[in-house]
């Protein structure tokens, strides 16, 4: 049977099935939103103020970590294709450097990526989900599969823990928000939902601001928000509670279906 890039044996189909990794996917974004070109890339070619189009761009990415994760090497190739293709013809300035670059630009798809890895592997680790130190290399180094389908190599991003934070850390002195970029957590505070997503509107910045306080200290200050322990220990109990909170609902209506026949094949492996 195909399980695409990962499988019952994975770390990865463990860690992404969760409800908490909401807050991953969101905090994953603002990780994103210190890269400069990342971020222009991002708001030159997107309507962010636009309610429908901010929130399609939101389903269509949520729907590419899903296919991703659960889907069939096909099916994976096939999403992965229609991402590169978009980043190929997409292109954005830098006023840094007066240069225009493509959405593709490798260092920009690495930070991204790895912010992700970083995003969902922290909130995992902190919300309590049952992962030892092994376990979070072999999602680091599993990951590196997801990276191959927007065009970068397996070795062109981490393949550990260690790695991982060492290259976050070389990248943390070019990295800042940029000033025509609105600052998310304002943004958050009016959130442009579309009628049909209103009952969300609530929990937007809620959802934010966890998002907010599971990011490492620098990234708070670069932010120009609260940067003390403070939030580090707020952020742990919220997830917590959160995680915790969501196991009592019952199966069939805390995982998503994909998640439902990914815990199937687990079990029965």
Known sequence: MDHGLFGPQSVTWRVM?????FVGGFRALLMQGLHPRAMRGLV???????????WARFWRTTEFVRVRTYGTTAEAGKAGA?????????????????????????????????GEVDSYLTVARRAGVRLSAEDADRF??????????VGLAEDDVPGSVAEMRAYIEARRPGLYLVPEAAHPLLLSLNAPV???????KPAVPLITLLAFATLPRWA????RLPATPLE??????????????????????????DARRAWKLMSAA
């Not at 980043?87 to 959405?103: K, M, Q, S």
């Open 44 to 54: 030159q070619n997107s309507a962010l103020l636009d309610p429908d189009e901010a």
């Open 232 to 257: 580090d220990v707020w952020a742990g109990v919220a997830l917590k509670a959160l995680y915790h909170g969501t196991r009592v609902i019952p199966e069939g209506l805390r995982y998503s279906p």
């Open 220 to 223: 708070r200050r670069l932010y």
């Open 82 to 114: 229609r991402v590169r293709k978009i980043h190929a013809r997409l292109t954005a300035h830098d006023p840094d450097t007066g240069e225009d670059f493509r959405l593709d630009d490798p260092d920009a798809l690495r930070w991204v990526h790895v």
């Open 17 to 21: 099935g969760e409800p908490v990794q």
């Open 194 to 200: 579309p009628a049909r997503l209103a009952a969300l």
């Open 140 to 149: 680091v180094a599993e990951q590196r599969r997801s990276a191959t389908l």
